[in-house]
Protein backbone atom coordinates (compact mmCIF):
# COMPACT_ATOMS: atom_id res chain seq x y z
CA UNK A 1 0.00 0.00 0.00
CA UNK A 2 1.78 3.15 -1.19
CA UNK A 3 1.38 5.67 1.59
CA UNK A 4 1.58 9.72 1.37
CA UNK A 5 1.12 12.44 3.86
CA UNK A 6 -0.93 15.57 3.36
CA UNK A 7 -0.62 19.02 5.31
CA UNK A 8 -3.06 21.53 5.41
CA UNK A 9 -2.19 25.15 4.75
CA UNK A 10 -3.93 28.53 5.26
CA UNK A 11 -5.30 31.55 7.48
CA UNK A 12 -7.46 31.25 10.09
CA UNK A 13 -11.14 30.19 10.13
CA UNK A 14 -11.19 29.21 7.00
CA UNK A 15 -12.43 25.76 7.02
CA UNK A 16 -9.36 23.75 7.07
CA UNK A 17 -10.37 21.30 10.06
CA UNK A 18 -14.30 21.85 9.03
CA UNK A 19 -12.85 20.40 5.58
CA UNK A 20 -10.43 17.12 7.27
CA UNK A 21 -14.09 16.38 9.12
CA UNK A 22 -16.18 16.00 5.59
CA UNK A 23 -13.07 14.46 3.82
CA UNK A 24 -12.76 11.61 6.36
CA UNK A 25 -15.01 11.64 9.23
CA UNK A 26 -12.34 12.49 12.08
CA UNK A 27 -12.57 16.07 13.85
CA UNK A 28 -8.92 16.68 14.09
CA UNK A 29 -10.24 19.27 17.17
CA UNK A 30 -9.15 17.02 20.13
CA UNK A 31 -8.84 19.75 22.79
CA UNK A 32 -11.69 20.78 25.19
CA UNK A 33 -10.23 25.06 24.37
CA UNK A 34 -10.08 24.48 20.57
CA UNK A 35 -14.00 23.05 20.74
CA UNK A 36 -14.80 25.80 22.71
CA UNK A 37 -13.21 29.09 20.62
CA UNK A 38 -13.79 27.56 16.98
CA UNK A 39 -10.31 27.47 16.52
CA UNK A 40 -7.37 24.83 16.04
CA UNK A 41 -4.32 25.95 18.36
CA UNK A 42 -3.11 22.22 18.24
CA UNK A 43 -1.61 19.61 15.54
CA UNK A 44 -4.65 17.66 14.59
CA UNK A 45 -4.20 14.20 12.40
CA UNK A 46 -6.70 12.24 10.48
CA UNK A 47 -6.08 9.50 7.66
CA UNK A 48 -8.30 8.31 4.55
CA UNK A 49 -7.91 4.94 2.58
CA UNK A 50 -8.89 4.88 -0.88
CA UNK A 51 -9.22 1.12 -1.00
CA UNK A 52 -6.30 -1.21 -0.54
CA UNK A 53 -3.62 0.44 -2.37
CA UNK A 54 -3.42 3.98 -1.26
CA UNK A 55 -3.23 5.26 2.47
CA UNK A 56 -3.13 9.51 2.87
CA UNK A 57 -2.08 10.61 6.27
CA UNK A 58 -3.24 14.08 7.03
CA UNK A 59 -2.13 16.66 8.99
CA UNK A 60 -3.57 19.46 10.25
CA UNK A 61 -2.17 22.31 11.31
CA UNK A 62 -3.17 25.78 13.10
CA UNK A 63 -3.79 28.96 10.75
CA UNK A 64 -3.44 31.63 13.90
CA UNK A 65 -0.42 33.58 13.08
CA UNK A 66 0.10 32.94 16.72
CA UNK A 67 0.60 29.42 16.39
CA UNK A 68 3.40 29.32 13.57
CA UNK A 69 5.57 27.33 15.07
CA UNK A 70 3.23 24.67 15.24
CA UNK A 71 2.76 24.64 11.51
CA UNK A 72 6.24 23.99 11.19
CA UNK A 73 6.62 21.45 12.89
CA UNK A 74 3.82 19.56 11.35
CA UNK A 75 4.87 20.21 7.67
CA UNK A 76 7.88 18.70 8.38
CA UNK A 77 7.74 15.40 6.66
CA UNK A 78 4.84 16.37 4.29
CA UNK A 79 4.57 14.80 0.79
CA UNK A 80 1.74 18.09 -0.45
CA UNK A 81 0.07 20.64 0.84
CA UNK A 82 -3.86 20.99 0.95
CA UNK A 83 -4.10 24.84 0.45
CA UNK A 84 -7.56 25.63 1.83
CA UNK A 85 -8.43 29.72 0.96
CA UNK A 86 -12.53 30.51 2.23
CA UNK A 87 -14.24 31.62 -0.57
CA UNK A 88 -16.04 35.10 1.69
CA UNK A 89 -12.58 35.85 2.20
CA UNK A 90 -9.79 35.28 -0.49
CA UNK A 91 -5.86 35.42 0.31
CA UNK A 92 -5.02 36.53 3.76
CA UNK A 93 -1.48 37.08 5.47
CA UNK A 94 -1.25 33.12 7.03
CA UNK A 95 -2.37 31.85 3.23
CA UNK A 96 1.18 33.82 2.23
CA UNK A 97 2.97 32.63 5.48
CA UNK A 98 2.36 29.11 5.08
CA UNK A 99 3.06 29.26 1.24
CA UNK A 100 6.63 30.82 2.20
CA UNK A 101 7.06 27.91 4.69
CA UNK A 102 5.54 25.39 2.38
CA UNK A 103 8.07 26.70 -0.16
CA UNK A 104 11.44 26.56 2.08
CA UNK A 105 10.34 23.35 2.62
CA UNK A 106 10.36 22.41 -0.49
CA UNK A 107 7.30 21.26 -1.45
CA UNK A 108 6.15 21.03 -4.98
CA UNK A 109 2.94 19.52 -5.08
CA UNK A 110 -0.49 20.45 -4.47
CA UNK A 111 -4.19 21.03 -4.31
CA UNK A 112 -6.01 24.20 -3.57
CA UNK A 113 -9.87 23.85 -1.84
CA UNK A 114 -11.65 26.62 -1.74
CA UNK A 115 -14.04 26.28 1.08
CA UNK A 116 -17.56 28.10 1.77
CA UNK A 117 -18.50 28.36 -1.50
CA UNK A 118 -22.21 27.68 -0.57
CA UNK A 119 -21.75 30.93 1.45
CA UNK A 120 -20.82 33.52 -1.66
CA UNK A 121 -22.55 34.05 -5.24
CA UNK A 122 -20.69 33.11 -8.73
CA UNK A 123 -19.27 36.33 -9.10
CA UNK A 124 -17.54 36.13 -5.82
CA UNK A 125 -16.45 32.90 -5.91
CA UNK A 126 -14.81 33.96 -10.01
CA UNK A 127 -12.87 36.83 -7.72
CA UNK A 128 -11.33 34.40 -5.64
CA UNK A 129 -10.33 31.94 -7.97
CA UNK A 130 -8.82 35.32 -9.76
CA UNK A 131 -6.73 36.03 -6.52
CA UNK A 132 -5.51 32.97 -5.75
CA UNK A 133 -3.87 32.37 -9.25
CA UNK A 134 -2.49 35.78 -9.04
CA UNK A 135 -0.91 34.73 -5.24
CA UNK A 136 -0.11 31.36 -6.70
CA UNK A 137 1.57 32.50 -9.90
CA UNK A 138 5.44 31.48 -10.25
CA UNK A 139 5.41 29.50 -7.21
CA UNK A 140 5.57 25.86 -6.52
CA UNK A 141 2.21 25.38 -6.44
CA UNK A 142 1.60 27.71 -9.05
CA UNK A 143 -0.13 24.94 -11.48
CA UNK A 144 -2.21 23.22 -8.67
CA UNK A 145 -5.67 22.24 -9.54
CA UNK A 146 -8.53 24.57 -7.72
CA UNK A 147 -11.85 23.64 -6.48
CA UNK A 148 -14.21 24.95 -4.90
CA UNK A 149 -15.93 22.99 -1.78
CA UNK A 150 -18.38 23.50 1.13
CA UNK A 151 -18.01 21.12 3.41
CA UNK A 152 -21.47 21.91 5.03
CA UNK A 153 -23.58 20.51 1.65
CA UNK A 154 -20.54 17.99 0.88
CA UNK A 155 -20.93 19.80 -2.83
CA UNK A 156 -17.29 18.86 -4.45
CA UNK A 157 -16.08 17.19 -1.91
CA UNK A 158 -15.83 13.83 -4.15
CA UNK A 159 -14.05 15.66 -6.86
CA UNK A 160 -11.74 17.28 -3.80
CA UNK A 161 -11.27 13.47 -3.16
CA UNK A 162 -10.40 12.28 -6.30
CA UNK A 163 -8.00 15.39 -7.21
CA UNK A 164 -6.36 14.12 -3.93
CA UNK A 165 -6.00 10.58 -5.13
CA UNK A 166 -4.42 11.92 -8.14
CA UNK A 167 -1.80 14.23 -7.42
CA UNK A 168 -0.82 11.52 -4.34
CA UNK A 169 -0.45 8.43 -7.18
CA UNK A 170 2.04 10.70 -8.88
CA UNK A 171 3.84 11.47 -5.66
CA UNK A 172 6.84 9.94 -5.17
CA UNK A 173 6.78 7.70 -1.84
CA UNK A 174 9.13 8.00 0.50
CA UNK A 175 12.51 6.05 0.79
CA UNK A 176 12.05 3.23 3.14
CA UNK A 177 15.77 2.35 2.49
CA UNK A 178 18.48 4.20 4.95
CA UNK A 179 18.82 5.64 7.79
CA UNK A 180 15.58 6.25 9.99
CA UNK A 181 14.42 9.63 11.06
CA UNK A 182 11.40 11.30 12.63
CA UNK A 183 11.24 15.03 13.74
CA UNK A 184 8.43 15.00 16.81
CA UNK A 185 5.64 17.08 16.47
CA UNK A 186 4.06 15.76 19.82
CA UNK A 187 5.04 14.59 23.05
CA UNK A 188 2.84 13.02 26.08
CA UNK A 189 2.63 10.59 28.78
CA UNK A 190 -0.16 7.64 28.49
CA UNK A 191 -0.89 6.22 32.23
CA UNK A 192 0.55 2.63 32.01
CA UNK A 193 2.70 3.32 28.74
CA UNK A 194 4.80 6.66 29.70
CA UNK A 195 5.85 8.45 27.00
CA UNK A 196 4.76 8.32 24.17
CA UNK A 197 5.74 10.93 20.99
CA UNK A 198 4.39 11.17 17.26
CA UNK A 199 5.59 12.17 14.04
CA UNK A 200 5.81 11.62 10.15
CA UNK A 201 8.74 8.92 9.41
CA UNK A 202 10.59 10.79 6.87
CA UNK A 203 13.10 8.36 5.83
CA UNK A 204 14.18 4.79 6.64
CA UNK A 205 11.79 2.53 9.40
CA UNK A 206 11.62 1.39 13.26
CA UNK A 207 10.80 -1.67 14.90
CA UNK A 208 10.13 -2.71 18.51
CA UNK A 209 12.52 -3.44 20.62
CA UNK A 210 14.89 -0.85 18.57
CA UNK A 211 17.40 1.07 20.13
CA UNK A 212 16.94 5.23 19.06
CA UNK A 213 18.54 8.35 20.19
CA UNK A 214 17.04 11.78 20.34
CA UNK A 215 18.43 14.23 19.05
CA UNK A 216 20.07 16.74 19.55
CA UNK A 217 19.46 15.88 23.34
CA UNK A 218 21.82 13.03 22.80
CA UNK A 219 19.04 10.61 25.37
CA UNK A 220 19.29 7.31 24.54
CA UNK A 221 15.77 5.25 25.13
CA UNK A 222 14.27 1.95 23.38
CA UNK A 223 10.98 1.41 21.45
CA UNK A 224 8.23 -0.15 23.44
CA UNK A 225 5.29 0.20 21.19
CA UNK A 226 4.19 1.27 17.68
CA UNK A 227 1.09 2.45 16.53
CA UNK A 228 0.49 3.79 12.76
CA UNK A 229 -3.19 4.90 11.93
CA UNK A 230 -4.47 3.47 15.21
CA UNK A 231 -3.28 0.36 14.09
CA UNK A 232 -0.96 -1.46 16.45
CA UNK A 233 2.23 -2.21 14.73
CA UNK A 234 5.65 -4.65 14.72
CA UNK A 235 7.55 -2.12 12.56
CA UNK A 236 6.64 1.60 10.97
CA UNK A 237 8.45 2.84 7.83
CA UNK A 238 9.19 6.22 5.77
CA UNK A 239 5.74 7.92 4.55
CA UNK A 240 3.87 7.22 7.50
CA UNK A 241 2.03 9.04 10.43
CA UNK A 242 4.33 7.20 13.48
CA UNK A 243 3.43 6.94 17.45
CA UNK A 244 6.38 5.76 19.41
CA UNK A 245 6.06 4.52 23.00
CA UNK A 246 9.21 4.52 24.25
CA UNK A 247 11.40 3.61 27.33
CA UNK A 248 14.09 5.15 29.64
CA UNK A 249 13.22 8.50 28.96
CA UNK A 250 10.63 11.04 30.37
CA UNK A 251 8.42 13.50 28.72
CA UNK A 252 10.21 16.26 30.16
CA UNK A 253 13.70 15.55 28.38
CA UNK A 254 11.96 15.55 24.59
CA UNK A 255 10.67 18.45 22.90
CA UNK A 256 9.16 19.32 19.91
CA UNK A 257 11.41 19.87 17.03
CA UNK A 258 13.65 17.29 18.32
CA UNK A 259 14.65 14.34 16.14
CA UNK A 260 14.13 10.39 16.69
CA UNK A 261 16.84 8.20 15.08
CA UNK A 262 19.17 5.45 15.84
CA UNK A 263 21.97 5.88 17.85
CA UNK A 264 24.81 7.51 16.50
CA UNK A 265 23.31 7.55 12.95
CA UNK A 266 22.43 11.64 12.98
CA UNK A 267 25.81 12.98 14.55
Known amino acids: MKKIVIGTAGHIDHGKTTLIKALTGIDCDRLKEEKER ?7 FAH ?11 VDVPGHEKFVRHMVAGAWGIDMVLLVVAADEGVMPQTREHIDICELLGLTKGIVAITKKDAVD ?5 LVKEDIKDFLKGKSLGDSPVIPVSSTTGENIDMLKKAIRQAAEESQERSKEGIFRLPVDRVFTLKGLGTVITGTCISGSIKVGDDIEIYPFSKLAKVRNIQAYHEDRIEAMAGERVALNIQGIEKQDIERGAIIGRPGTLV
Open 122 to 126: DDMLE
Open 48 to 58: YRFGNDLLIGI
Open 38 to 44: GITTELG
